[in-house]
């Protein structure tokens, strides 16, 4: 009897070694075909350590590659879910979050994270506005289900700085202020809305369908001061400089 218990402990304990060591690329490359099928525009590349605890980097569609850092929680695989905590890095961006995965959906919590200027250029510059300074995701936790987000909350903030901005007639430069953001959901929709010190100055939209629309109100146009639009939002007040000004749209999902 004593023996069996014995030989028992030994093949429990040779399992948890043989799973906690798995390699993350062995994983991967298992159960690549239904990964793809879930997140088909994600990438995973580069493995290193173990399931438990290691690295890769990941790719959005055409979004630089970020390096990604995980640990594994083995108590949430008790509740039928995995926890991890997480930590990411690009060139010009750095943060963190926890993660918790289930077949109904996953969370996002604690995300914070600093993404430099050279980092939003990239994204920036093709549309014609080259940023300055950093800006600063906090407080942030999204939920998702199999198909889309459910819930959404957290901050931006941006510490202001000089824009430099492309017009059909010359590059215009211009200071603007320290500026707020605040994530939240409206039923199925993620928003962005942009504050400065007094206005509302920008609403962003992205929808399920991956469709972005964008909001600049007359008074972001107003604090950039270009000429060509100096006049359209002069003497106006407070509500009507509120309102939107421009309404761009673009599928970016």
């Known amino acids: 009897m004593r023996k069996s218990v014995g030989a028992l402990i030994a093949l429990i304990t040779f399992l948890a070694f043989f799973v906690a060591m798995m390699p993350a690329a062995f994983v991967y490359n298992f159960f690549q075909d239904k990964i793809s099928r879930v997140i ?13 605890s290691g690295k890769s980097y990941v790719q959005i569609k055409h979004f630089p590659n970020v390096l990604s850092t995980w640990k594994i929680s083995p108590i949430g695989l008790f509740k039928g879910r995995i926890q991890s905590s997480l930590s990411f890095s690009s060139k010009g961006l750095t943060g963190s979050a926890d993660i918790s ?14 993404a430099r200027s050279n980092y939003l250029n990239q994204f920036t510059i093709p549309y014609g506005l080259d940023l300055s300074g950093n800006i600063q995701l906090s407080n942030a936790n999204l939920s998702f289900d199999n198909e889309w987000l459910t819930d959404s909350e957290g901050e931006l903030t941006w510490q202001g700085g000089i824009v430099h901005i492309q017009t059909p007639q010359q590059i215009h430069t211009a200071s603007l202020p320290p500026l707020k953001g605040k994530i939240y959901q ?26 972005a629309i964008v909001a600049i109100n007359y008074a972001l146009l ?16 407070k509500p009507d400089r509120e309102n939107p000004a421009v309404v761009l749209e673009e599928k970016i999902l």
């Open 40 to 52: 088909p525009d994600v990438n995973f590349n580069g493995f290193e350590g173990t399931v438990w």
């Open 101 to 114: 995965l289930s077949n109904k959906g996953a969370d996002i919590n604690n995300l914070s994270a600093v």
């Open 186 to 211: 409206q039923e199925r929709t993620l928003r962005l809305d942009v504050r400065g010190a007094e206005l509302d100055l920008m609403s962003v939209q992205i929808k399920p369908d991956g469709w």
């Open 222 to 237: 107003d604090l950039t001061d270009i000429p060509l639009l100096a006049d359209a939002t002069e003497r106006r007040e």
